[in-house]
Nanobody, 126 residues
Framework: QVQLVESGGGLVQAGGSLRLSCAAS????????MGWFRQAPGKEREFVAA????????AYADSVKGRFTISRDNAKKTAYLQMNSPKPEDTAVYYC???????????????????WGQGTQVTVSS
């Protein structure tokens, strides 16, 4: 099974920027679709962004579209979430996730992602 470790979270001022990283173990990173989800206190874990196995296709939640960018570097076995102009409502624990190797496009469904990191806290101050 692949292991995922998020990093890059922390405090950021509204209107600033932050980049989250998700480092993956194993040899099949390039065969997995990757995603980012977040969970704020009192809320369910929600979809943020996803990127397909070759990095060509992406999907974003309406709430972050135009501000966040998902990317990946298969050589480094790492996925990224660039957060530009974050808002206080973006405050949450952010999780990266991966599908099974060679799986179909998962869309925004949590249950299509089988592997999860432990999360990294992002706090946006106004």
């Amino acid at each position: 099974q692949v292991q995922l470790v998020e990093s890059g979270g922390g405090l950021v001022q509204a209107g600033g920027s932050l980049r989250l990283s998700c480092a993956a173990s194993g040899r099949t990173f390039s065969n997995r679709h990757m995603g980012w989800f977040r969970q704020a206190p009192g809320k369910e874990r929600e979809f943020v962004a996803a990127i397909n196995l070759n990095g060509i296709s992406t999907a974003y939640a309406d709430s972050v579209k135009g501000r966040f960018t998902i990317s990946r570097d298969n050589a480094k076995k790492t996925a990224y979430l660039q957060m530009n102009s974050p808002k206080p409502e973006d405050t949450a624990v952010y999780y990266c996730a991966a599908t099974r190797p060679r799986d179909n496009w998962p869309g925004q469904r949590r249950d299509e992602f089988d592997y999860w990191g432990q999360g990294t806290q992002v706090t946006v101050s106004s």
